[in-house]
Structures are given as structure tokens and as C-alpha cells.
């Protein structure tokens, strides 16, 4: 991993992504602020769950990523390491802890599917993936998308590869968490870790 593109995983922040502009499994990713913010309060366990499924379901739909997918996992991994911290004392930590190494992990394999088969290089920034020309229009319209949807090359070869190789490098930014987490959730990091 470069320099530029640790630093820019590691002070990346929720506000600077246009969450309305990127793709999501059923749409865009406009809430994803939203429900990032209960995840990291880990208030109490119903609303967590509400976010954490609307998010994963976003993010991965058939082993498929979407452009929302590597900005989702900068911040859920932080998130991880937060719940893991807490999950001693707090049951919404416990919960979404054990959650988010089973979706990473899930995610990684979703990687290495992806990295078997024939595919262009990936974006050379992370931060490209923000490049205007990627964005999609600042207004929401679902006609519009869904005829996006239609075209041959809805995602350029090198972008649509760049959601699973920088999806990666998200968790890759952050596999010291994996490495000390707490022994209830040591076999679950592990087999995480084997996927990075």
C-alpha cells in the first residue's frame, strides 16, 4: 500500500465523501452517514442492527461492490476497532463487533473472487474514485440511474476493479485492529486476517 493512499484511508473523513453521488446495491449511498453514526454511538442493539443490515445489503449484493463499498469499509473499520474496545462492557459492541469480521470477511473473499479473475489495474489513488467524472448526478433521479444501469460500460473497467482492490486496502489500513483483538473474537479476526 502507498504512502498517499494510507494517509488518505486513515484521515478520510464521513463528511467529505458525496455519499448522494455513489452507487449503492439498491441505490445511492445518501444514508450511509446516517446510519454510520448509530453504529459508532452502539447506543442500544435494535437500532444497530436496523443500520448495520441497511448498510452491508448497500455495500455487497451478490459478491458484487459497489462504488459506495470503499468508503463503507474506511469507516467501518474504524467502527471495529471502537466496538471491539467496548465490547466488554457494551452488548451493541458484542453484537456488531462479531457482525462487521463476518462482513469483512465476506468482503475480502469478494476481493479475491474478483482478483482471479481477468480485470484492469485499479484507480492509482483511492481518492480518485471521487474524480468528478465518476460521480454520479448531484441530483437523485431512478429513471435516470436505472437507464445508466443500461449501458454497456456503466463503470469503467479500472474503476468497477478499484471498488474491490481499495475495498481491501480499507481493512488493509487497519489490520492492527484484527491483530489485538480480544481473545472472544480472536478466531473470527484470524480468519479475516488470513484473507488480507
Same mark, same amino acid.
Given at each position: 500500500?502507498?504512502?498517499?493512499?494510507? /494517509?488518505?484511508?486513515?484521515?478520510?473523513?464521513?463528511?467529505? *465523501?458525496?455519499?448522494?453521488?455513489? /452507487?449503492?446495491?439498491?441505490?445511492?449511498?445518501?444514508?450511509?452517514?446516517?446510519?454510520?453514526? *448509530?453504529? %459508532?454511538?452502539?447506543?442500544?442493539? !435494535? !437500532? *444497530?442492527?436496523?443500520?448495520?443490515?441497511?448498510? /452491508?445489503?448497500?455495500?455487497?449484493?451478490?459478491?458484487?461492490?459497489?462504488?459506495?463499498?470503499?468508503?463503507?469499509?474506511?469507516?467501518?473499520?474504524?467502527?471495529?476497532?471502537?466496538?471491539?474496545?467496548? !465490547?466488554?462492557?457494551?452488548?451493541?459492541?458484542?453484537?456488531?463487533?462479531?457482525?462487521?469480521?463476518?462482513?469483512?470477511?465476506?468482503?475480502?473473499?469478494?476481493?479475491?473472487?474478483?482478483?482471479?479473475?481477468?480485470?484492469?489495474?485499479?484507480?492509482?489513488?483511492?481518492?480518485?474514485?471521487?474524480? %468528478?467524472?465518476?460521480?454520479? !448526478?448531484?441530483?437523485?433521479?431512478?429513471?435516470?440511474?436505472?437507464?445508466?444501469?443500461?449501458?454497456?460500460?456503466?463503470?469503467?473497467?479500472?474503476?468497477?476493479?478499484?471498488?474491490?482492490?481499495?475495498?481491501?486496502?480499507?481493512?488493509?489500513?487497519?489490520?492492527?485492529?484484527?491483530?489485538?483483538?480480544?481473545?472472544?473474537?480472536? %478466531?473470527?479476526?484470524?480468519?479475516?486476517? %488470513?484473507?488480507?
Amino acid at each position: 500500500m502507498t504512502e498517499e493512499n494510507r /494517509t488518505y484511508i486513515t484521515h478520510l473523513k464521513a463528511a467529505d *465523501v458525496p455519499w448522494h453521488r455513489l /452507487t449503492t446495491a439498491y441505490g445511492r449511498g445518501t444514508e450511509f452517514p446516517a446510519h454510520l453514526t *448509530v453504529l %459508532e454511538q452502539m447506543r442500544d442493539l !435494535s !437500532s *444497530v442492527k436496523e443500520s448495520l443490515y441497511e448498510l /452491508t445489503i448497500n455495500m455487497e449484493h451478490q459478491s458484487t461492490l459497489w462504488h459506495a463499498s470503499p468508503f463503507g469499509m474506511v469507516f467501518l473499520s474504524r467502527i471495529l476497532e471502537k466496538a471491539l474496545k467496548k !465490547s466488554g462492557q457494551n452488548p451493541a459492541a458484542r453484537f456488531l463487533a462479531g457482525e462487521l469480521l463476518d462482513f469483512f470477511a465476506c468482503i475480502l473473499q469478494c476481493f479475491h473472487d474478483g482478483d482471479e479473475m481477468e480485470h484492469a489495474d485499479p484507480l492509482p489513488l483511492f481518492s480518485n474514485l471521487l474524480r %468528478e467524472e465518476y460521480l454520479w !448526478s448531484e441530483e437523485y433521479d431512478e429513471e435516470e440511474d436505472e437507464m445508466r444501469y443500461e449501458e454497456d460500460e456503466v463503470f469503467p473497467d479500472d474503476l468497477f476493479y478499484s471498488f474491490y482492490y481499495y475495498s481491501w486496502q480499507a481493512v488493509l489500513a487497519y489490520r492492527d485492529i484484527l491483530e489485538q483483538a480480544p481473545e472472544e473474537f480472536a %478466531e473470527s479476526a484470524a480468519a479475516v486476517l %488470513e484473507l488480507l
